[in-house]
């Protein structure tokens, strides 16, 4: 499975971006899509997951009501719709796929990993 990440880009305090997700390869038909995000000198963090029905949706607590998840399997691609963006949302961020359920949180459950896509916001 090959993940490509996109979207990024630099946008000021409470503007608004899209991420994209696109998966080609071999695709699974259960599991997660999670997306994570990386500060520089800070540890890879959670930010929000989807199973492959989109029946199971979950967010870490400091982008809820901010971010949405959704996905679209007939183009493969999972989006990360972010608003109202703060300085601190600042980031790279990653999408990832774990094939089999799992601690949707843990960077450790994921199999495959895009390469990253660069989140600047400006205050």
């Known amino acids: 499975v090959q993940l490509q990440a996109s979207g990024g880009g630099l946008v000021q305090t409470g503007g608004s971006l899209r991420l994209s997700c696109a998966a080609s390869?071999?695709?699974?038909?259960?599991?997660?899509v999670g997306w994570f995000r990386q500060a520089p000198g800070k540890e890879r963090e959670f930010v929000a997951a989807?199973?492959?029905?989109?029946?199971?949706?979950y967010y870490a607590d400091t982008v809820k009501g901010r971010f949405t998840i959704s996905r679209d399997n007939a183009k493969n691609t999972v989006y990360l719709q972010m608003n109202s963006l703060k300085p601190e949302d600042t980031a790279v961020y990653y999408c990832?796929?774990?094939?089999?359920?799992?601690?949707?949180?843990?960077?450790?459950?994921?199999?495959?990993w895009g390469q990253g896509t660069l989140v600047t916001v400006s205050s």
């Open positions: 390869g071999r695709t699974f038909s259960s599991g997660f």
């Open positions: 989807i199973s492959y029905s989109g029946g199971s949706i």
């Open positions: 990832a796929v774990m094939r089999n359920g799992g601690r949707y949180y843990d960077t450790r459950e994921y199999d495959y």
